[in-house]
């Protein structure tokens, strides 16, 4: 079992955001988390990045607690973000972007070998290694944020919301790619507002809502919940 | 009188490329950390006496030293970096420039007093037998000292910019100084990555420092004019460029030796502050600087 979050409490100064959630995820499967703007989703991967830190529970790793482990040695055990809205350094060069990803102990090794398999995985960014990240499109830049990620060499992968603001050919390509991902047994937490397309491919999902967990379930209990297709599906 | 233009372009030059390298150091920091290091010059003012006193104590030529000076005045920036800096900036949330400006300023004015209780305000200087060696060129008189520290400024300028350009820990740098909280989920120790930019800062001071200690006078405040002048420079050449710094520290050099021609020598701080005042009004990111978001 490689992720296990056990009851956290998250608080932004007085404003308590996450309460008592708690999740489990198991090898190579993909958990989806879903919940509407605001809900905490950011804030959850966070705290497993080690960006944020709870104040209650734990959170293991393959056995090993990481609450208190700084941000840049999560990275390390091989817990790896593709952070909300991309975040690629701008004045870095595709190419620059990814050799960052493997920028850990843990990747470094190898990285030019990873990176043809990334290309390979990502045919997209192959004719653009040269440009500055910030110079591209909206999906252009989401691919390589993703390339990025696989650089650190994941175990767990966790994305955040990386179908937001892309048209839905660009959406579909994506998704394509994160299935590709999980059958090289990487386990994957997608946190979406697409929640369509992420109850198909994963195998369970939660739903936060102001910082709870209210909804959990197989990913097909989910699809067939009306309390779920009600608030986020719209029918 | 162009004849007469040629000799103060030429000195200018010479100066400007070390100028140049002096602001490195400054441009570097902020531009990674975003930190304004106020006590810049007084660092330089440091290293200068250091190679004064290896000279006149053990008669270790300053071209001798240089090295041991550099690495020396690395550790001095690791050391303020991790025993100052790094816990004010950990115990700031949100990061406020005010607390390390403050720090910044006082450590200016300690290490000037330092200097003054310890070898008086009497300036020092390391006459080695290279001091007044000259080469005439035509008409015009080339310094040989100064024209050593132009082409080493120049070297190391194209070695550091190797560095932040190529390696892993360049690029972790300017990873840093685009985004920090990105910076940490890549993996990079930011606190690490801002000693290591620190101490490449004051690197270059001590470099800067051991050339110049043979032709120039160290006093204890020195300082405040070199720190000056790399701000200006800075803002010229835009934050992080660096070859934007060696041509904002050609562009001050020039200017300043002809300015010295027409007016007092001591008006010419007063000509780079017009200079440095007109780039933040007419284009903030530098003249050679890319926009910053
Ligand atoms: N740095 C912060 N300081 C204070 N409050 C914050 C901070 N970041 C987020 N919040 C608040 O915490 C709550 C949860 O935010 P979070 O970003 O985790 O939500 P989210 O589910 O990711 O939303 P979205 O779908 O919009 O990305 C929100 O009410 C938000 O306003
Ligand atoms: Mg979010």
Redesign the interface.
């Given at each position: 079992m490689p992720l296990e979050i056990n009851n956290i409490n998250v608080y932004y100064d007085d404003f308590h955001v996450l309460n008592d959630v708690s999740i489990t995820a198991e090898d190579g499967e993909c958990i989806a988390l879903l919940g509407s703007n605001g809900a905490g989703k950011t804030t959850l991967i966070n705290t497993v990045?080690?960006?944020n830190k709870t104040t209650t529970g734990d959170i293991i790793f393959n056995g090993k607690s990481v609450k208190d482990i700084?941000?840049?040695?999560v990275?390390?055990l091989g817990i790896?973000?593709v952070?909300e809205g991309r975040?690629l350094?701008?004045?870095?060069s595709v190419r620059?972007n990814l050799?960052?990803?493997a920028?850990?102990?843990?990747?470094?090794e190898g990285r030019e070998e990873r990176m043809a398999y990334v290309l390979d995985m990502i045919p997209a960014l192959k004719n653009k290694l040269s440009r500055a990240a910030g110079s591209m499109s909206g999906g252009e830049q989401q691919m390589c944020a993703i390339g990025?990620g696989l650089m650190?060499k994941p175990e767990l992968l966790m994305m955040d919301e990386p179908s937001l603001g892309l048209a839905p050919k660009i959406v579909e390509e994506m998704f394509e790619i994160i299935e590709k991902i999980m059958k090289t047994g990487t386990s994957i937490l997608l946190v979406e507002q697409n929640v369509n397309m992420s109850l198909e491919i994963s195998k369970h999902a939660y739903v936060l809502e102001s910082g709870r967990i209210s909804l959990s379930g197989t990913a097909k209990e989910l699809e067939s919940n009306p309390k779920l297709r009600e608030s986020y599906l719209g029918i | 009188m162009l004849s007469q233009l040629a000799q103060p372009l030429l000195s200018g030059t010479l100066m400007g490329g070390v100028y140049g390298l002096i602001a490195l150091g400054l441009s570097l920091v902020f531009g990674v950390m975003r930190v304004s290091n106020f006590a810049h010059g007084d660092l330089l003012m440091i290293a200068m006496y250091i190679s004064v006193a290896l000279w006149e104590g053990f008669g270790i030529s300053p071209y001798v030293s240089i090295f041991g000076v550099a690495i020396f005045m690395f550790f001095v920036g690791v050391f303020i970096q991790k025993a100052a800096i790094t816990p004010i900036l950990k115990s700031e949330k949100e990061r406020s420039p005010l607390r390390l400006i403050l720090f910044t300023v006082g450590l200016s004015i300690f290490l000037q007093n330092l200097v003054l209780m310890i070898k008086g305000g009497a300036p020092v200087t390391a006459t080695v037998p290279l001091s007044t060696q000259t080469l005439p060129v035509g008409d015009l008189i080339v310094s040989i000292p100064r024209l050593l520290a132009f082409v080493l400024s120049i070297v190391i300028t194209v070695i550091l910019w190797f560095f932040i350009s190529k390696t892993?820990t360049g690029?972790?740098m300017?990873?840093v100084s685009?985004?920090r909280?990105?910076?940490?989920?890549?993996?990079?120790?930011?606190y690490k990555t801002y000693a290591i930019a620190f101490g490449i800062g004051t690197v270059l001071l001590g470099l800067a420092a051991s050339m110049v200690s043979t032709f120039l006078y160290a006093f204890p405040t020195m300082g405040s004019s070199y720190t000056l002048r790399s701000y200006v420079i800075v803002a010229l050449g835009g934050i992080g460029s660096i070859p934007g710094a060696m041509i904002g520290g050609l562009v001050v050099g020039i200017i300043e030796s002809i300015s010295a021609q027409f007016m007092p020598a001591s008006y010419s701080e007063v000509v780079i502050f017009i200079i440095f005042i007109l780039v933040l009004v007419i284009k903030p990111s530098g003249m050679f600087g890319?926009e910053r978001?």
């Open positions: 990045s080690g960006l700084p941000a840049h040695e990275v390390e790896i973000q952070p975040r350094f701008p004045n870095l620059e050799l960052v990803g920028y850990s102990k843990r990747a470094r990025r650190s | 892993d690029r972790a300017r990873a685009q985004d909280e990105t910076s940490l989920l890549m993996g990079i120790n930011e890319k978001k």
